[in-house]
């Protein structure tokens, strides 16, 4: 299916760096309604650039092409034929042979830095790091240092950002086709390209020196690690290619509870390899009812997430299928994580309402119930996660 209201993307020097006011202004209003569930729920949200929504390039920019803040400066947009070029102001050429070539506005300072932390998509690494600290407190049998824990976290999330960053820079082309990403602050042009890679690298760079002064090197070699399994696995090779993608490229995201054993006993067993195989079923279900929501995105962009390729009903009784895999596998973790009774009750709890709203699903495979399933998987994870470190902390004494 073709996406429509597809933006017009303002050129310079070779890259794609922006919308036109027009195209951005139907994006937002059609965009609205379906993004405003995503932040709500702190899911890949972005947030708007430029004051009304407006990504930054347009600001002061009228309908005629003409910059409102200097109206003899020439404006680079697009013509019909699509190519890129300098649009006179009522002044005409003699305007344009005494003006300074400005291609567009430098963004201010306060909206770059902005864009950065949009980057590392903070909502996710929120997300991941929900899994971290419970997992250190389980490892520990009660509360680890706060030092431990800050740094810890630190490193993990700077580890986190960089690779979400790189993976920005990679998907910048297919971010732009989609609804949910077409205000990404390398599609709107905020951030350029080049600077975002350096960003990114720079990031990960200092998240390595960091766990490895701090916490210890099998932490900083694990959080690499999975920065490299996200990067090359995941989006450089199965996410275009692979109704398998987020399967697969799930290990990346359940690599924090590795990170968070490893951090206190500079080792790891078989209770964080639990984990991480709690965490690595969950990711299908969690991520194949977002992206029933969105399956006309991914078809326009050409990635095979599975909805976009399947039916509903196939993708249901996939989601289904890993559900009940990850039920099996938060209870078997009572005996092998040592765990009692609080995490008992909530992992048997949490774990039959995800059933029943996955076999809800796949009765009626709507848009709606995706959502409801998507919502819970997160309330899913943070529940219990927060139970397991509740668990080990009353059981503790503490």
């Known amino acids: 299916m073709v996406l429509e209201g597809r933006d017009e993307l303002v050129f310079f020097a070779g890259w794609p760096i922006g919308a036109s006011k027009t195209r951005t202004s139907q994006t937002n209003s059609s965009a609205a309604d379906g993004d405003e569930h995503l932040r709500e729920q702190g899911h890949e949200g972005d947030a708007a650039i430029g004051p009304r929504g407006e990504s930054w390039q347009t600001h002061g920019v009228d309908r005629t092409g003409v910059n409102a803040n200097s109206p003899s400066a020439p404006v680079v947009t697009t013509d019909d034929s699509g190519q890129a070029g ?41 997300l991941l790091l929900i899994t971290t600290v419970p997992t250190m407190i389980v490892a520990e049998r009660g509360l680890p240092s ?19 960053a790189i993976n920005m820079y990679v998907d910048r082309d297919i971010d732009a086709l989609m609804r949910r990403t077409r205000n990404r602050p390398l599609v709107t042009g905020l951030i350029q390209p080049r600077n975002a890679l350096i960003f990114a690298i720079g990031l990960e760079a200092l998240a390595f020196v960091w766990l490895w002064a701090f916490v210890n090197l099998l932490s900083a ?3 690499v ?21 987020i399967v697969i490229g799930g290990a990346a995201g359940a690599a924090p509870v590795l990170i968070g054993w490893s951090a206190v006993t500079d080792s790891l067993a078989w209770a964080p390899v639990l984990l991480f195989a709690i965490i690595f079923f969950w990711t299908p279900p969690h991520f194949w009812a977002l992206a029933i929501r969105y399956e006309e995105d991914y078809s326009a962009a050409d990635v095979p997430m599975l909805p976009s390729v399947v039916s509903r009903h196939e993708t249901a009784v996939r989601i289904l299928v890993y559900t009940l895999i990850v039920w099996a596998l938060t209870i078997a973790f009572i005996p092998v994580g040592q765990m009692g009774w609080i995490y008992g009750v909530l992992a048997v709890g949490l ?18 119930r995706a959502m409801r399933l998507f919502t819970f998987s997160i309330t899913w994870v943070t529940l219990l996660f927060a139970g397991m470190a509740l668990d080990q902390l009353v059981r503790s004494g503490l």
């Open 146 to 164: 706060w030092w431990l824990m800050v740094a810890t976290v630190v490193g993990g999330t700077g580890a986190a950002g960089g690779a979400n």
């Open 351 to 368: 774990g039959g309402f995800f059933t029943y709203l996955s076999v809800q699903l796949l009765r009626d495979p709507t848009t709606a």
């Open 225 to 245: 690690a999975a920065c490299l399994f996200y990067v090359f696995i995941y989006t450089l090779w199965l996410k275009r290619r692979s109704t398998s993608n």
């Open 221 to 223: 070699v694990l959080a």
């Open 86 to 126: 300098p649009r006179l102001s009522a002044s005409g050429p003699a305007a344009l042979a005494s003006a300074p070539m400005e291609s567009v506005a430098q963004p201010p300072l306060a909206a770059r830095l902005r864009g950065y932390v949009a980057l590392t998509k903070p909502r996710i690494i929120e």
